[in-house]
């Protein structure tokens, strides 16, 4: 087995926002009613993440995207996995761990 470490600093939260916001709209108004209406509204709600980004510190955004990958770490492992399997790799992922140092 092989361990990879990766180092990230300097994280353009703005464009993580960017790229995620239409997927959480499609999310939102799949499940119909207020959180359809919300969702069919992308762009205020990317006004909205960015105006929220801009009052975070860079710790609480930091540990925010900690939280958020230890939540979701199957989701990423199967994401990453399958896309490795497009690019022709085989390769089991058993584990990503992500820490704020």
Not at 59 to 79: F, G, H, M, S
């Amino acid at each position: 087995m092989i361990e990879v470490k990766i180092l990230v600093d300097n994280i353009d939260y703005d464009s993580i926002v960017d790229l995620l916001m239409p997927v959480v709209g499609e999310k939102l108004q799949a499940k119909g009613g207020l959180a359809g209406k919300i969702g069919s509204k992308t762009e205020k709600l990317a006004q909205k993440a960015h105006k929220l980004l801009s009052k975070m510190s860079q710790e609480k955004k930091d540990q925010t995207i900690v939280n958020l990958a230890a939540k979701k770490r199957a989701v990423i492992i199967e994401k990453v996995s399958t896309l490795a399997e497009k690019k022709g790799v085989h390769v089991q992922i058993y584990d990503i761990s992500v820490q704020k140092i």
